[in-house]
């Protein structure tokens, strides 16, 4: 993996330079704080206590027996809402603080506790006893359009921070919480004209942003002052919705952003902010909300979608005709869904040139947790989409997919959509640029293949960042601006352009973190624009200060303003040199005054499809050569180039860092996957078991790899290695077979129909221990379990359930050896070792890399793990 | 001493502590709410991503999933007893010169895991950095740059013991 970045840095400029970030010495030293670092003095910490049915009826709440603990200092139910309006969401105004009378997902908010400490908080949520109705909940945008869906919401409330661009009457069909079309030409007469017309179906699911720190927000109640301290990328959103909820002036609420340990999305728009203030409202003194990462994962999720393309071409392969039906999957609340669904939608066709177009796109409510933007707003979902479905068409063409892109991308200057800005990026020299770096049209070897993709985006817009920009009486500078900090460098790169306009040393200025009650104006902090947006405001505030400057030197120097030049801490004249302290020392009565500048940028709302012409597109490209094994279909990246057109870049430094960032793989389990194959014997046939989840799936192959490894060397036959995803692949609590998630079931029958094609008969299904544990649970509603102690367990409730499921194995069918492999946590494996084995902890990253199971007909589980052996006779 | 609570003598970043715990109480909790070193990070929670790792006796260890009482005897090395003063450790300012980090959330722990590392095998290369750092997990920056750094690091200090 590479990556060229195109630097236009100025001599004697900061904007431009690779500089080192002057907030990395704080970051090793540990001395940096977060917004989970953050707390007040009195401070309560609270628990939440979370729906563990998908969807249900809340029946009643009794929450006496949780007083009664001491130290708890009160217990919020939506019966603490009178007075209040206790709706929050950017878009719709659909999520209550705490489920109000339904719960719509596992994990929503029911009730909370403020206590001394979190401990008792936590314990006084088990205390709470709350009385359900289950009812019937539906996982995917198909199931919750379908006539017999349960309706999730009946009637919803327009939001503030969307209301411009998703214009559209909430609900317009059932559980489906926005709809966007769009169409150009005769999508459907051209699609039958055509000489070739290609359908493909390409279906993303909701995943988690996992920035490395969950969500904390600490909040304060003073009367009719709020004062909230929280990691968001959105503080005046955050604000103004608070305002509207507690019925408070704006100006009587402030946000202060804390600098976050990674956002991707999750962070924005409120999220936890409105709990926290109604805690600390009833308490009467600040509460503090840290939330596990397993809870943030149930706060917010990357929406998923379900994507099918048409597309007509004629034989030269010029694209006629596209239509493309999109179903995003939204969640119980819409939270930036519908923006994501409409972003994404509008580039759904791609950056070709499509005379007749049509795109049907809908955002539906389902039993989900709900879901946002993450890094992208919904480009990567549908970029996979039609970049997969290009190949297809070349190949149908049996066209060369690079001259079949060259012939179809947009060129600069050329418009996208009407009332958007025109491309400004060259699409297809870079895509030949990406593709000659894996040697493009040269022969292949065997079993080797090229692919190539390109994607793009638009910002936001209608746009708008304001900056206060203060030059002390010193030189140096301070800024105010509205920018939340991520980890992205974006506080270094607003001092760089300051720097730069004001001829000051980047070291000398001071960004400030946002606060509402001081920081200008931000719309946010996200779609890629801060750099631009912010950028353009902090730039236009530090030209005002130096015009203010250079007039003042004018008059002192006596010479015309265009004759001067502020350059390293001084201005410049034809003959005089004088630093900046010293000008404004000698133009002012009052020692230590200064200037100030408010910058302003913003772009309005426009004709465009989606609200307003976007200030810049992003675009970007990837081009990768691969080696398949013809025996087990494994995959093998050998080159992967990217590119992008981040524009001027303002710190080359950190574009590299954010765009390998992006793309950094896997290289960890080969070792692994070594050690097993020496094990294995002639004629074995080798499953894999792991969980859906990227990272195991990929720690799965590459054990796979590395048994390959040593088999090649072996040169034996007989073993079989199965594909992960030709085999059972399961997890607790979703199920997945054959590479399928399957809904949860009532009988084996029930999970057979969902299995066509599997070749798993009801009987094998019977056979195995561990899906009866499935359809036999009591508590079982939806799809998911519920969980008797959310969220965490013990090392030791882990241990069994391991070995359980290794022993309930004991039970499949199987002609000659079999061999399973279980990829899983580390911290499972560890949890085996401790409490059955060693009786020690393993420790990282000294952590063991396999352990081998075996279990005799009689269900006893034999461990072995390195020189230690064991047997051991569980529960049956 | 309060009922069900436990006195250890320990080192914290060298400096010689007795403290009283209750047994159930995690170092991580410990570390961070008792003694204030807020640079031990909680991530996870399950032992998986690193985040927490600080050293005992040397060896890394998530706070996350370890007993405080572990500390019991023993020495603890958070990334607040790394460096001298303003001198940083030669890793910590490899991290920096070479980029290695955005956020940052998860650099003290690559950075004390690195630091293990270097006290068992001093020039290690590329594949065994990668095999160690399995433990660590980070998400905005990729391992390219960790690793580079790591190298980085180990060349300048081998460097320091040869001159000495």
């Known amino acids: 993996m590479s990556l060229e970045t195109k630097t236009q840095a100025h001599p004697e400029s900061w904007v431009g330079k690779a500089l080192s970030r002057g907030d990395f010495r704080d970051r090793v030293t540990g001395e940096f704080r977060f917004a989970s670092d953050f707390g007040v003095d009195g401070m309560l910490e609270a628990s939440i206590l979370r729906s563990p049915f998908a969807h249900a ?11 009664k603990l001491p130290g708890v200092v009160c217990v919020l139910t939506p019966e603490d809402f009178s007075g209040i309006d206790p709706y929050f969401g950017p878009t ?59 309706d999730i919401h009946t009637e919803i409330r327009r939001g503030y921070h969307y209301s411009r661009v998703v214009e559209n009457e909430p609900l317009p069909e059932k559980n489906v919480g926005y709809s966007w079309s769009y169409q150009r030409g005769d999508a459907d007469r051209a699609l039958a004209e055509a000489d070739l017309s290609v359908t493909g179906e390409y279906v993303v699911p909701i995943i988690h942003h996992y920035p490395l720190e969950p969500i904390h927000v600490v909040a304060r109640f003073d009367r009719d002052d709020v004062t909230v301290w929280s ?21 009587r609420i402030r946000v202060l952003a804390q600098p976050m340990g990674g956002a991707f999305g999750a962070k924005a728009f409120p999220k936890l902010e409105p709990l926290a203030v109604a805690l600390a409202r009833k308490a009467g003194r600040p509460v503090r909300i840290a939330l596990s990462m397993e809870e943030t994962a149930r706060t917010i999720r990357r929406t998923g979608a379900r994507i099918r393309i048409m597309t007509g071409v004629n034989r030269d392969g010029i694209i006629l005709a596209r239509r493309v039906e999109l179903d995003f999957q939204m969640g119980a609340y819409a939270d930036a869904g519908p923006r994501v669904a409409q972003k994404a939608s509008y580039v759904s ?19 989900t947790p709900p879901s946002g933007a993450y890094r992208g707003f919904g480009a990567p979902q549908t970029t996979w989409a039609y970049e997969l479905h290009t190949d297809e068409i070349a190949a149908r063409l049996g066209m060369d997919p690079l001259d079949f892109r060259k012939k179809n991308l947009l060129v600069r200057g050329e418009m996208y959509f009407e009332g958007d800005t025109p491309i400004d990026t060259d699409f297809a020299p870079v895509l030949e640029k990406v593709a000659s770096h894996v040697n493009w049209g040269e022969p292949l070897g065997p079993w080797r293949g090229r692919g190539l993709s390109v994607s793009f985006k638009p910002s ?39 720097a730069e306009e004001l001829g000051i040393s980047v070291k000398s200025v001071r960004v400030q973190i946002p606060d509402t009650a001081q920081t200008l104006f931000d719309q946010t902090t996200t779609s890629s624009r801060s750099t631009v947006i912010m950028g353009r405001a902090v730039q236009n505030g530090s030209r005002q200060i130096r015009e203010q400057l250079l007039e003042r030197a004018a008059r002192l120097f006596k010479t015309p303003a265009d004759q001067l030049k502020v350059k390293n801490g001084a201005v410049h004249g034809p003959d005089t040199t004088l630093s900046i302290p010293e000008v404004l020392a000698r133009t002012s009565d009052i020692p230590g005054s200064e200037l100030a500048a408010i910058g302003h940028f913003s772009t309005p709302k426009g004709n465009s499809s989606i609200g307003g012409a976007t200030p810049f597109w992003e675009p970007c490209w990837a081009a990768a050569e691969v080696e398949v094994n013809p025996n087990t279909g494994l995959v093998k990246i050998l080159r992967f180039w990217t590119a992008v057109d981040a524009g001027r870049a303002v710190n080359p430094q950190q574009v590299e860092a954010q765009d390998i960032g992006s793309a950094e793989g896997m290289d960890v389990a080969h070792h692994t996957g070594r050690q097993l194959a020496q094990k294995l014997d002639d004629g074995e046939v080798v499953h894999f078991l792991y969980a859906p989840t990227r990272r195991t799936r990929q720690t799965a192959h590459t054990v796979r790899e590395g048994m390959e490894e040593v088999l090649r060397q072996r040169s034996e036959t007989g073993i079989q290695l199965l594909l992960p995803e030709e085999n059972w692949v399961i997890r607790n609590p979703d199920i997945y077979v054959g590479g399928k998630r399957v ?24 056979r195995v221990a561990f899906f009866p544990q499935f359809w036999s649970a009591d508590d079982r509603i939806g799809y998911r379990l519920s969980h008797a102690v959310p969220p965490g367990e013990s090392g030791d409730i882990v241990a069994r359930r391991f070995l359980a499921f290794a022993r309930s194995l004991a039970d499949l069918p199987r002609e000659g050896p079999h061999r399973f492999v279980c990829v899983t946590h580390s911290g499972c494996i560890r949890a085996v070792l401790l409490n059955y084995v060693l009786k020690r902890d393993m420790r990282e990253p000294e952590f063991c890399e396999s352990v081998d199971l075996c279990i005799s007909d009689n269900g006893q589980v034999g461990i072995t793990y390195q020189a230690y052996s064991k047997t051991l006779v569980l529960y049956r | 001493m309060n009922e069900g609570q436990v006195k250890i003598f320990c080192r914290v970043n060298d400096v010689p502590m007795e403290l009283e715990i209750s047994p159930h109480r995690l170092l991580l909790d410990v570390l961070r709410h008792d003694l204030g070193l807020t640079g031990v990070k909680e991530a996870c929670g399950v032992q998986v991503c ?32 790394l460096s001298e003063g303003e001198q940083l450790h030669p890793l910590q300012q490899a991290f920096m010169d ?67």
């Open chain 1, 231 to 251: 990691g968001t990328q959105t503080p005046f959103q955050v604000r103004q919705e608070l305002a509207a909820i507690f019925g408070l002036p704006q100006s």
């Open chain 1, 92 to 150: 719709y105004r659909d999520q209550p603080i705490l489920a109000i009378g339904r719960a719509r997902f596992e994990g929503e908010p029911v009730a909370a506790v403020a206590a001394v400490d979190k401990a008792t908080a936590q314990e006084a949520v088990k205390r709470i006893d709350v009385k359900y109705r289950p009812l019937p909940a539906v996982d995917n945008p198909l199931a919750a359009r379908s006539l017999d869906a349960p």
């Open chain 1, 349 to 367: 066709p791609g950056p070709y040139r499509i005379p007749n177009l049509a795109i049907t796109a809908r955002a539906v409510y389902t039993n």
């Open chain 1, 743 to 766: 809904e949860m079931v009532s009988s084996p029958d029930a999970l057979h129909e969902q299995l066509t094609g599997t070749g798993l008969a009801v009987s094998d299904l019977r």
């Open chain 2, 50 to 81: 690193g985040a927490c790792t600080v050293l005992l006796d040397g060896d890394p260890v998530s706070a996350c999933c370890t007993l405080a009482v572990e500390m019991k005897g023993r020495s603890v090395l958070t990334i607040e007893g």
């Open chain 1, 460 to 498: 936001q817009s209608p746009t708008e960042s304001t900056a206060l920009v203060r030059l002390h009486s010193d030189g140096s500078a301070t800024l105010l601006c509205g920018t939340a900090d991520m980890g992205q460098g974006t506080t270094d790169a607003m001092a760089q352009i300051a």
């Open chain 1, 57 to 67: 009826e809340i029946l009643s709440i009794n929450a006496s027996e949780a007083m």
């Open chain 2, 98 to 164: 070479k980029a290695a980090l955005q956020c940052g959330y998860c650099t003290p722990g690559f950075i004390l895991s690195a630091y293990a590392l270097l006290k068992k095998d001093a020039l290690p290369d590329q594949a065994t950095i990668r095999h160690w750092f399995h433990g660590n997990i980070c998400r905005c920056t990729g391992y390219a740059a960790i690793i580079d750094a790591v190298e980085t690091a180990a060349k300048s200090l081998s460097q320091e013991e040869g001159g000495k």
